[in-house]
C-alpha cells in the first residue's frame, strides 16, 4: 500500500535509526585505539597502549573477576529457582499463578532504584553485611526471570503428546523428564542462563546499593566516570565489557531464536499476569 | 491435556519397581499438590523472604527517620518524610521534572520506533527484517553504562558533535551537563525498548485488514490512522511501560550527563541513601511505584495487556 514516496522515506528514517543506534557505541571503541591521555575528536592515533593498561591494572582484574564469580552463582540460583517456577506454572493451575509470574517480573519492571534502596533497606533491617552475597541475592531475584520467560515459553510450545508418548511407552516419571522433556527444552535453558549471566555482568543500577566496599566491573567503571579518572583504560576496558556482553546474546539468539533474547520480553509476563 | 498425562502416569505406577526413590517418586507422581509444592516452594520462599519482604521494609522505612546528629535509624512512626517530599518545593520541582522527562522521552521513542518498525514488520524483506531485528537487539544488550558513556564522548566539548558542527561552520553546542543531554541519552537508551513490541505488535497485524481498508477506498494515511495505529497501541503502550518506569528511576545517566538542574527523583534518592538518609530516599522510592502503579492500571484499563 505504501506509495514509492512513502517507502524512500522509511528507507532514509531506518538507516538514521541504525547510525543513532550504532554510531556513539563504536566511539567507544574508536577512542579505546586513541593514544591521546585526554579525549578529543578526531583520535590522535592508533595504540593498543590502554589495552595494556587495563590487562595490567590489578583493580580492574579483581573487579571483572568478582563479576564473573557473581554472575555465575546468580546465573546458578537463577537456573534452579526460575525452571522450578517454570514447570510448576505450566504443569498446574492454580488460584494465584498469574500472581506468581507477576511477582518474577517485578525487580526489572520496577524503576531500579525502587529495587536497589528496598533490597540495600532489607539487608541493614536484617543485620547483614553487604559483600559478595548480597550482590549475588540481588542479581539473582532479577535473573530468575529471564530463566522463566525462555522456559515457560518453550515448555508452552513443546507438544504435550512427547511426554504422554513417552509414559505410554512405559517410561517412568524420571525417565520422561530426563530423556524426553529436557532435551526439548535445553536450549531454552541455555539461552535463559546466557541472558541472566549477560544482565548480571552489566548491571549497576541495583548493584550500587547491594556492594559494600567490593566493586564489580560496572561499579569500577562507573566510579571513574563519575570522577573523571582513567579515561583512556575505562573506553578499552567498555570496549571489552561490549563484547562481553553481546557474545553471550548473540549465542542466546543463535541456540534459542531471536525472539527469545528481547528484554521486552518482560513485557509479555507482564501482560500474562494481566490476563486471566 | 495435564490431566490427561497425570492419569497415565498413575496407570504405569502399576508396573513393578522397587527401592525408596521409586516409591517416593510414585508418591509425588499421585499426588500433584506435593509436586507443585515441592515445585514452587523454593521460588516462592526466595521472592517472599528477600523482594517483597525488602519491599516492605523500604515502604516502613519511609516512616522512620535519621538521626540528624547521630544519622542512626530511628524506628520512630511518623509522616515528615512525606510531609518533606511533598512540602518541599525543591523535591516537587524534582518529581515534575522527572514525569516531565519520562514522557517527554515515552513520545520521542515512540515517533521514532513506530516507522522503524513499520519499516521491519511491513516493508523490508525477510532478510532484512532478520538483520533489522539483530540490529535492535545489540544495543538492546550493549552495556548500560557503555551507552551512557558514549554520550559522554559526543557531547563533550571536544567532542564529535562540536567537531561535526565547526566542519559545517556552526557554531560549538555545549550540551553536556544540560538536561538536553540527559534527554537525548534516555531516549537512546530505552528506544530497543520502544521499538521492539511496537514491531510485534505491527507483524500481528493480519494483512487482509489493511487490504480490506485500501479495499474500502482508504488511502495510506486513513489506513494508517484507522486500522494501523489501533490495532499497534497495544504495543506502543507496552513499549511506553518501559521507557516510561526506566526513565523514572534512573539515577546514573544524570548524574554522568547532566549538570546542576538535572535533579531527578533517582537522584533525590540515591543522595539521600549517600548521606545516610535512606528514609527520606525511600518516601521519594515511593513516588515512582505509585506512579507506575497508576500508569500499569490505565495501561490495563486500555485493554494493552489483553491485546498483546
Not at chain 1, 86 to 107: K, M, N, T
Not at chain 2, 230 to 255: E, N, R, W
Amino acid at each position: 500500500m505504501e506509495s514509492a514516496g512513502v517507502k524512500v522515506a522509511l528507507r532514509i528514517w531506518v538507516a538514521l535509526v541504525l547510525l543513532f543506534l550504532f554510531v556513539p557505541i563504536l566511539l567507544i571503541v574508536v577512542y579505546a585505539f586513541d593514544p591521546a591521555t585526554v579525549e578529543s575528536w578526531p583520535i590522535k592515533g592508533f595504540t593498543l597502549h590502554w589495552f595494556n593498561v587495563a590487562w595490567h591494572d590489578p583493580e580492574v582484574r579483581d573487579a571483572f573477576l568478582l563479576s564473573v564469580k557473581v554472575g555465575l552463582l546468580a546465573t546458578g540460583i537463577a537456573l534452579v529457582l526460575g525452571s522450578a517456577v517454570a514447570y510448576a506454572l505450566y504443569q498446574f493451575s492454580f488460584f494465584g499463578r498469574d500472581a506468581i509470574s507477576f511477582l518474577l517480573v517485578l525487580p526489572i519492571a520496577l524503576p531500579g532504584i525502587v529495587t536497589g534502596l528496598a533490597l540495600n533497606s532489607f539487608f541493614t533491617f536484617a543485620s547483614v553485611q553487604l559483600s559478595l552475597w548480597t550482590i549475588v541475592v540481588g542479581h539473582a531475584t532479577f535473573c530468575i526471570v529471564m530463566v522463566f520467560n525462555n522456559l515457560i515459553a518453550r515448555l508452552r510450545r513443546t507438544p504435550g503428546s512427547l511426554a504422554e508418548a513417552s509414559m505410554d511407552l512405559g517410561a517412568r516419571g524420571w525417565q520422561t523428564q530426563l530423556y524426553v522433556t529436557l532435551p526439548s527444552v535445553i536450549t531454552a535453558l541455555i539461552s535463559g542462563a546466557l541472558l541472566a549471566f549477560a544482565l548480571s555482568f552489566d548491571e549497576v543500577v541495583v548493584t550500587v546499593f547491594t556492594s559494600g566496599a567490593q566493586n564489580t566491573l560496572p561499579i569500577w567503571i562507573f566510579g571513574q566516570l563519575r570522577l573523571g579518572q582513567k579515561l583512556p583504560e575505562v573506553n578499552a576496558v567498555v570496549s571489552i565489557v561490549i563484547l562481553l556482553t553481546i557474545v553471550p546474546v548473540l549465542l542466546a539468539a543463535r541456540i534459542a531464536g531471536a525472539g527469545a533474547v528481547t528484554r521486552t520480553a518482560r513485557a509479555a509476563a507482564v501482560q500474562d499476569g494481566g490476563r486471566k | 491435556m495435564t490431566q490427561n498425562i497425570a492419569d497415565r502416569g498413575a496407570a504405569s505406577e502399576a508396573l513393578p519397581r522397587s527401592g525408596a526413590w521409586s516409591r517416593i517418586g510414585a508418591a509425588l507422581w499421585r499426588r500433584p499438590w506435593a509436586r507443585a509444592t515441592l515445585l514452587l516452594t523454593p521460588p516462592l520462599a526466595w521472592f517472599l523472604i528477600i523482594y517483597l519482604a525488602a519491599l516492605v521494609v523500604l515502604l516502613i522505612t519511609a516512616f522512620w527517620q535519621t538521626n540528624p546528629f547521630t544519622s542512626n535509624l530511628e524506628h520512630i512512626w511518623n509522616l515528615q518524610n512525606f510531609v518533606q517530599v511533598f512540602t518541599t518545593p525543591a523535591y516537587l520541582q524534582d518529581i515534575g521534572r522527572t514525569v516531565g522527562l519520562a514522557a517527554g522521552v515515552t513520545v520521542v521513542d515512540g515517533l521514532v520506533a513506530f516507522p522503524f518498525a513499520y519499516y521491519m514488520a511491513r516493508v523490508a524483506t525477510r532478510r532484512t527484517r532478520t538483520v533489522l531485528y539483530v540490529a535492535i537487539l545489540l544495543p538492546l544488550w550493549a552495556s548500560y553504562l557503555a551507552k551512557v558513556y558514549a554520550w559522554q564522548l559526543v557531547f563533550t566539548k571536544d567532542g564529535v558533535l562540536n567537531w561535526s558542527l565547526g566542519k559545517v561552520s556552526l557554531g560549538p553546542l555545549n550540551l553536556i551537563n544540560t538536561n538536553w543531554a540527559v534527554f537525548i541519552a534516555f531516549c537512546y537508551i530505552w528506544l530497543p525498548y520502544m521499538a521492539i513490541p511496537v514491531y510485534a505488535a505491527l507483524d500481528r497485524i493480519p494483512a487482509s485488514m489493511i487490504e480490506a481498508s485500501q479495499d474500502l477506498g482508504g488511502r495510506t494515511w486513513r489506513t494508517t490512522r484507522s486500522v494501523i495505529l489501533p490495532l499497534a497501541l497495544p504495543g506502543i503502550v507496552a513499549g511506553s511501560i518501559f521507557t516510561f518506569s526506566l526513565t523514572l528511576g534512573d539515577y546514573i545517566t544524570p548524574q554522568l550527563l547532566g549538570g546542576t538542574n538535572s535533579v531527578f527523583i533517582g537522584s533525590v534518592a540515591y543522595t539521600s541513601f549517600l548521606s545516610n538518609n535512606v528514609p527520606l530516599g525511600a518516601a521519594m522510592a515511593m513516588v515512582p511505584i505509585a506512579i507506575m502503579i497508576v500508569y500499569l492500571l490505565g495501561a490495563r484499563a486500555l485493554g494493552a495487556f489483553r491485546e498483546l
